[in-house]
């Protein structure tokens, strides 16, 4: 075809509301040379659906954000780009039955009001005003979302479409994607049409991203972890008293959600639309015998209403007006379903310059503001906003087909689940265990997953109660919280092993090594035989990532990350890594052991270790423990004296025997993040994350504003230094009895003025105190400062601490 286009500054497979939001912004951007192709029409689904703000994972903040922006943006998008678009605000109920989900419903009307969202706790009789046709006389109360409501789906994608269109971006319809491939620094997207040769390709392929991740991976790409469930709703008929009530109030009675029960129920036109997420699921396409077909737009799987029948009859007594209408209209589509239930945007994993938007569960609501997070990759190579929850490159090679669909089943079952912050989800696990699996359970470990990897979280004994039930509470108080507390005084009086495995490490060598790093790091190098903390920043000086280097001889390093961090840290390294140097992960190779406590030193030197144990901290050095070869690293991130023992695989068994026989207790990840907290340490996307400059981090002693190499966000730094931070990193106690720990996310208030959040927060056992860390105003940092922090809807005292650690604050302990 003559006109259609052969080169373009941006591809876009798929045409769903995300696609069209991505080419929505770029254009809107100045981006003008972008095209989204399209297999058939532009549409988002079959029916009107719901946009508003609450994610049903409560918690994730970059969710919470998007949805925010997409609300926003669509109440004004119809004006904007002159499109008619059928958007009805009617607000949202969720019901709550139990304490636990109103204490749930309180955390999320807290994370609202830190983002201006007014979302209000109802009462019973409140329930009733707003929907009158709802039963309330065994409910605990409701959460309201005054902005949600519902939207056309299809005209939404259409009047994106248009926006794009006038502001320059172009559409390709009834353009299928045939294959992907690579000419040096650029990507060729063949089509039937022809090809094109573009800069960069974003997936938005909807349930078929997997599939057109496939056309990635002899370039680097990898098998997109998703899966396709069934999702059944159902439309009544027209009822009379619902209508008659919609034209006396003039409006549409709230959508209500029942998560506990797990269903949604709202109006449409002048019937009821019911979509339950049943534990009893469906994926399809995921046996041989059940193909993806080449083409299923515009169809539907065939009716499962039986798979329903609990869900409907608890919403027909919860409203009974739904009985009366009949089904009459049934509709079983596709929907796509990452791991956790949140979709993947951002970086595609292994191929430069190509990025992913799909597996989105509730794309209408998401979409608006997925597009602006695409968008932002796409020009800038960073988000704004810190948006590691849906980072495509959370999931690793962990995540292979049983996997994903197990965990599928798991979420789209458990949709309005709520999170507690002891329990594991028990599906698809098991997926990468340390050499000492075995011993470590047998110990009485009682194991979390990490980018797959098992550890354990605590080590229960006799009689404690291990159930999955026990794990389902917001408090603080369970069957591990002693066995905690015993933990940490082992390492605090003696000496505790931890068996870590999973830490992210590559290797990096080759003529100009340092010099490479030099310009990727804020701060310096170690010396050979020493290592450091180093920090990455982004172009404006936020936190990218923190990794500890280890420096082997000029030129040749280890650098060692959190487990998570695993891909999108080797991506940091790798993106613009300079001909003649050499990048390798040796991450499943290698396991580490902590080996910590006062008397850490006298157990190595029982076990004749081969080592100098007078070298001081920072220092790492190859050694004999037990006679087992291995390395060193004078280094804790409990706080205490001790060291990491890295060892290959095969080595540690006999190196966790020994240690274990030589006196150490066994302790677990809640352990060692209550120690960390008494130091002050930070953990990466918690504390550490692009939503903070370095300088509000409190990094500046490793920031080298003075070394003639410049880095990533030294600009930005300088002009921060120069013009004074307005906000700081600051540790709390709380002094106020709680049976809580603060979650992520916390509101600080000064009175009636929210002043800051808290990042993470534990019981430091050793302190006796319970500690938040967090971010904080400029202007309230003096010690002894008394602010307020909002738990679960209640307010409680807090007091703002020396900058310096709780626990042994001049670090004698960890330098002995």
């Known amino acids: 075809m003559a006109d259609f286009p052969t080169t373009a500054r941006v591809v876009i497979i798929g045409g769903g509301v995300v696609g069209t939001s991505t080419l929505y912004h770029l254009a809107k951007a100045g981006w003008k040379d972008c095209v989204l192709l399209e297999k058939n029409e532009l549409t988002a689904g079959s029916t009107w659906h719901a946009a508003g703000n609450v994610p049903n994972f409560a918690g994730s903040w970059a969710v919470m954000n998007m949805q925010r922006y997409g609300a926003k943006m669509y109440r004004t998008l119809g004006a904007d780009v002159d499109y008619p678009m059928n958007y009805h605000v009617t607000g949202s109920i969720r019901l709550a039955h139990t304490k636990e989900r109103m204490q749930e419903f309180e955390r999320v009307a807290g994370m609202g009001r830190y983002q201006g969202l007014e979302m209000d706790i109802m009462s019973l009789p409140d329930i009733k005003e707003k929907h009158p046709f709802c039963e309330t006389h065994d409910l605990a109360g409701a959460l309201w979302d005054p902005l949600d409501g519902d939207i056309d789906p299809a005209q939404l994608t259409q009047a994106l479409a248009k926006g ?14 045939t294959g992907i491939d690579r000419d040096g620094d650029e990507w060729i997207v063949k089509t039937d049409k022809g090809d094109i040769r573009c800069e960069k390709v974003v997936n938005c392929a909807g349930y078929y991203a997997q599939r057109v991740g496939e056309m990635f991976k002899p370039h680097g790409g990898r098998t997109v972890p998703m899966v396709v469930m069934s999702h059944q709703y159902f439309l009544t008929g027209q009822l009379p008293e619902l209508e008659a009530w919609s034209k006396e109030q003039g409006h549409k009675v709230p959508l209500l959600r029942d998560v506990d029960i797990s269903y949604y129920l709202r109006q449409d036109k002048n019937g009821l639309n019911l979509g339950p997420y049943e534990r009893n699921c469906k994926a399809h396409w995921v046996t041989p015998d059940d193909p993806m077909p080449e083409d299923f737009s515009f169809q539907l799987y065939p009716d499962d209403l039986e798979r329903l029948e609990f869900y409907i009859e608890d919403a027909m007594a919860r409203v009974p007006l739904l009985g009366q209408g009949g089904v009459e209209r049934n509709i079983n589509g596709p929907i796509p379903y990452a791991p956790d239930g949140l979709p993947m945007i951002g970086p595609m994993p292994g191929c430069p310059n190509a990025y992913e938007g799909h597996s989105f569960t509730f794309g209408i609501a998401q979409g608006g503001g997925a597009g602006k997070v695409l968008s932002e990759w796409i020009m800038h190579g960073e988000t704004e906003d810190d948006m590691w929850a849906c980072d495509p490159r959370r999931y690793t090679d962990y995540t292979d087909h049983d996997h994903c669909l197990a965990k599928a089943l798991e ?125 990455f920043a982004t172009s404006r000086g936020r936190i990218l990532t923190e990794m500890s ?163 990533p966000g ?95 604050p001049a670090n004698e302990r960890l330098r002995a």
């Open 164 to 177: 794009a269109r006038d502001a320059g971006g172009r559409i390709e319809r009834f353009c299928p994607v």
């Open 411 to 535: 979420t789209y079952g458990h949709e309005y689940a709520m999170h507690f912050p002891h329990h594991e989800w028990p599906a698809g696990r098991d997926k990468k265990l340390s050499p000492v699996d075995s011993k470590v359970r047998e110990l009485g470990g009682q194991m979390g997953a990490y980018n797959g990897w098992e550890r354990a979280n605590w080590f229960a004994k006799d009689g404690d109660d291990t159930s999955e039930e026990s794990t389902q509470t917001w408090e603080r108080g369970g069957p591990w919280e002693q066995r905690i507390k015993e933990e940490v005084e082992a390492v605090r009086d003696g000496v505790g092993v931890l068996d870590l495995p999973g830490f992210s490490r590559f290797n990096l060598s080759g003529e100009g090594a340092a010099k490479y790093l030099r310009g990727l790091i804020a701060g310096a190098l170690p010396k050979i035989g020493r290592m450091n903390l180093a920090y």
């Open 714 to 808: 030294k600009a930005a730094l300088l002009s921060e230094k120069q013009a004074g931070r307005k906000k700081g990193f600051v540790t709390l106690t709380i002094d106020d009895a709680c049976e809580f720990d603060a979650p992520y996310m916390s509101t600080i208030w000064n009175g009636d003025e929210v002043v800051g959040e808290v990042t993470s927060s534990a019981m430091g056992y050793r302190t006796n105190k319970c500690i938040a860390l967090g971010m904080l105003r400029a202007d309230l940092h003096a010690v002894g400062t008394k602010l307020e922090v909002e738990i679960f809807g209640a307010r409680y005292g807090v007091t703002v601490q020396a900058d310096e650690p709780m626990w042994d």
């Open 549 to 711: 280097i280890m420096r082997h001889d000029e030129d040749f390093f280890t650098l060692i990350t959190a487990a998570t961090a695993q891909w999108h840290d080797f991506d940091v390294l790798n993106n613009n890594l300079p001909a003649g140097l050499t990048l390798t992960d040796h991450t499943t190779e290698y396991s580490t052991l902590i080996v910590t406590g006062p008397k850490s030193r006298a157990l190595f030197e029982a076990l004749g270790t081969e080592a100098d144990l007078s070298s001081g901290w920072l220092t790492h050095q190859g050694a004999k423990v037990a006679g087992v070869n291995c390395a060193l690293n004078r280094v804790s991130f409990a706080g205490e004296l001790g060291w990491e023992i890295h060892a290959a695989n095969a080595d540690m068994p006999a190196l966790y025997k020994a240690v274990l026989g030589a006196g150490a207790v066994p302790f677990g990840m809640y352990a060692l993040n209550s120690m960390r907290i008494e130091k002050g340490y930070r953990a990466w996307k918690g504390d550490l994350s692009t939503d903070y400059t370095l300088l509000e981090g409190g990094h500046e002693r490793f920031i080298k504003f003075d070394k003639p190499q410049d880095f």
